[in-house]
């Protein structure tokens, strides 16, 4: 299991630039003893001209992107199997109506399509799913909408339902790759002519101080240059202008503790946000507690698994069996929790023994109050003139229950404005969840 930590970033008063947080990232890692072995830069552009400035000393774009021209889709993917194998990461193919297909040669596939459209039918017809043996499934509701993960002798598809009328598979072939490469070939057989985007990674054409250039006859979209600053970071690079570019960092560190490497990524959309990627060293058994208790250590806003798409795209069946678990946890909290409205004039002044608010993530007009050993969260936001309250149960960063499914008679008066109703709210709330906890029948939902 993977964890992504939020961490809060507030510096001094005056604006820190993107070279003084990275500063600031240095000091606080030093001072927390943490030994990183690799430090990386990142430049992300829409075209080569932002990146002028760095060309001469730096030389090395990491990755490209870009639209080919119209092809025939089987012929096109020929083309770069054959001149370009092991270059190409990533291959997108519109397919009209909003319809997609994306391919990470050896790693996964996805399609997305509305379900009434023309694509799926295809795909049933190319790949017949329904005689693929099944070796596990799981499944969980959405919305009201049936997901589901299905194990099969060569790898796993999940499936999912994001929004109404439309569907999207996720297929990975973790067992045989070789099944994937098939399953690719099979299919855009039948896509006819469209525009490809691409994604590939530096061709190894260009020199320092030259203007690299690219072998593909594409129109680039998106570029992506690294830079390495292990020694420290030239006072010259700080003299430049990041105009038109996005700019982003991060630190490695293979024993952060307890079992646990990180990686530390600094990034800057508009303003600096911090967050560290927690996982398994290498060879190592990572204990779950030492993650908890960095919590009331570190400045972290919020803790919980990696998102859905990062295991979807690392190709782990744990980690999307971990997510399938949270779901259903998620299903059994709503019922437990259910009619919580009922309760909402009787007098609480209390939290439970193992929840306490938290300080960091509350702030004027939403409290955070968590539990103390497990990453579950409730939040409730204080009602303003143009938005009710709102009351919600976040368990783990992998699923959430709203106020829509613990009130559905909607008795609780989201208008009132008196902290005493909300704190009688929220802590009838809490110990609903507390109990949960102590009943639930699959056992304690993992940390």
């Not at 593909?216 to 570019?245: E, K």
């Amino acid at each position: 299991m993977r964890y992504i930590a939020k961490l809060s970033v507030h510096g001094p008063k005056a604006p820190m630039d993107f070279w003084s947080q990275w500063d600031a990232t240095d000091a606080w890692l030093s001072a927390l003893g943490k030994r990183f072995v690799r430090e990386h830069g990142f430049l992300h552009g829409r075209n080569l001209n932002a990146f002028s400035p760095w060309m001469r000393d730096v030389g090395a774009i990491d990755r490209w992107q870009g639209w080919t021209p119209p092809v025939a889709v089987a012929e096109g993917i020929a083309y770069l199997d054959t001149f370009y194998p092991a270059v190409i990461e990533r291959i997108r193919v519109p397919c009209g109506n909003g319809s997609w297909l994306e391919y990470w040669p050896g790693r996964m596939m996805r399609i997305g399509a509305p379900q009434t459209g023309w694509l799926w039918p295809q795909l049933i017809e190319e790949w017949d799913p329904e005689n693929w043996a099944v070796d596990d499934r799981r499944r969980w509701t959405v919305d009201g909408r049936l997901e589901q993960a299905l194990r099969h002798p060569w790898g796993f598809v999940v499936e999912r339902f994001p929004r109404p009328g439309w569907r999207e598979w996720a297929v990975h072939a973790d067992r045989q790759p070789e099944y994937l490469v098939e399953l690719w070939q099979r299919l855009v057989n039948r896509l006819g002519r469209r525009r490809l985007h691409l994604s590939w990674h530096h061709l190894g054409h260009s020199q320092p101080g030259s203007s690299p250039w690219s072998a593909l006859p594409v129109a680039i979209d998106q570029v992506r240059l690294r830079f390495d600053t292990w020694a420290g970071i030239p006072a010259c690079y700080r003299a430049r202008s990041l105009a038109n570019v996005k700019p982003a960092a991060t630190w490695t560190v293979p024993d952060w503790g307890s079992g646990w490497s990180a990686i530390v990524r600094l990034t800057k959309p508009g303003a600096p946000r911090l967050e560290a990627v927690f996982e398994a060293a290498s060879g190592a058994s990572p204990q779950e507690p030492f993650l908890r208790a960095q919590i009331r250590q570190l400045p972290i806003l919020e803790l919980g698994p990696a998102p859905f798409w990062e295991a979807l795209e690392r190709g782990s069946w744990t980690e999307v069996a971990n997510w399938a678990g949270w779901q259903r946890r998620a299903q059994s909290l709503r019922r437990f929790c259910r009619h919580l409205g009922v309760a909402a004039t009787r007098s609480r002044s209390r939290l439970p023994a193992d929840w306490a608010y938290s300080r960091l993530e509350s702030q004027p007009g939403h409290w955070v109050i968590r539990h103390r050993w497990r990453l579950i969260s409730v939040a409730c936001s204080w009602p303003t003139e143009v938005n009710p309250g709102y009351v919600s149960v976040n368990l783990a960063g992998a699923a959430s229950v709203g106020l829509e499914d613990l009130d559905p008679e909607g008795l609780i008066d989201r208008w009132n404005g008196e902290w005493r109703y909300w704190h009688t709210v929220v802590a009838d709330l809490v110990e609903r969840v507390d109990h949960w906890l102590d009943t639930e029948p699959e056992g304690h939902p993992p940390a």
